[in-house]
């Protein structure tokens, strides 16, 4: 049996700060629908469906993309701080001048051709992952006047089936948008909000190629990574 994560962890369906919840979150109650054999065993998550590049966001084109290159880990834990191992974990980001290689992304910050702003890896035993990518900027959206988001990489982890599959988002430290940022600020509890923010890591810089930021999510418990209940673009 587990225990329900504290109130104020994880953000409420209708959060009227951020518009568009409004509109997406469910306004009746829902309908059960009984667990089958396809959604408890496929499709298939495992090694298998790898390359060599999915980690690595800076290597999938002939040449590098443009920002700062960074490195970022962690560990995927269960609230007793037990490693969740060879999970799924999947993220997507803008690029490095905020821009999203996405058709309905059209604000006035360059594409940038080297870059496809996604990834993929599975955690070792001891529930680690590893990601090299760029740190993506801010960009504006359409949620309030003058409205932006921080810089943030979505992550989504998953267990051994598309049913078992948890959506949340990294942010940086000390980023100014936080305040006025209704996404961050729908998680009612600052310590849980807290939890989201990554940490720099000095002892995994590597010299002259990419600074690091250590992001550990734990799936539930007192100490569990605010979730979204569904995914969204922004």
């Given at each position: 049996?587990?225990?329900?994560?504290?109130?104020?962890?994880?953000?409420?369906?209708?959060?009227?700060?951020?518009?568009?919840?409004?509109?997406?979150?469910?306004?009746?109650?829902?309908?059960?629908?009984?667990?089958?054999?396809?959604?408890?065993?496929?499709?298939?998550?495992?090694?298998?469906?790898?390359?060599?590049?999915?980690?690595?966001?800076?290597?999938?084109?002939?040449?590098?993309?443009?920002?700062?290159?960074?490195?970022?880990?962690?560990?995927?834990?269960?609230?007793?701080?037990?490693?969740?191992?060879?999970?799924?974990?999947?993220?997507?980001?803008?690029?490095?001048?905020?821009?999203?290689?996405?058709?309905?992304?059209?604000?006035?910050?360059?594409?940038?051709?080297?870059?496809?702003?996604?990834?993929?890896?599975?955690?070792?035993a001891e529930g680690r992952y590893t990601f090299t990518t760029i740190k993506p900027g801010a960009y504006p959206w359409q949620n309030h006047d003058n409205a932006w988001r921080p810089a943030h990489i979505h992550f989504s982890v998953f267990g051994r089936s598309f049913t078992q599959r948890l959506v949340t988002q990294m942010y940086f430290p000390d980023d100014?948008?936080?305040?006025?940022d209704p996404i961050f600020n729908s998680v009612p509890d600052p310590a849980a909000r807290a939890r989201m923010i990554s940490s720099f890591d000095m002892s995994r810089t590597v010299p002259n190629w990419a600074l690091a930021y250590s992001f550990d999510i734990v799936v539930r418990g007192r100490d569990a990574t605010p979730f979204e209940e569904e995914v969204d673009d922004e």
């Open positions: 049996m587990y225990l329900r994560d504290e109130p104020g962890t994880h953000p409420p369906l209708d959060s009227p700060g951020y518009k568009s919840t409004a509109l997406r979150h469910p306004s009746q109650r829902p309908v059960l629908l009984p667990q089958k054999l396809t959604e408890i065993t496929g499709p298939l998550l495992g090694e298998g469906r790898l390359s060599p590049n999915d980690n690595d966001l800076t290597a999938q084109h002939a040449g590098e993309p443009q920002g700062q290159r960074i490195i970022v880990h962690g560990r995927l834990l269960e609230g007793d701080g037990k490693p969740v191992a060879n999970s799924l974990v999947e993220i997507w980001q803008a690029n490095a001048g905020g821009r999203y290689n996405h058709v309905r992304d059209r604000w006035p910050s360059p594409v940038d051709p080297n870059f496809d702003g996604v990834g993929r890896t599975l955690t070792d100014p948008l936080f305040g006025q």
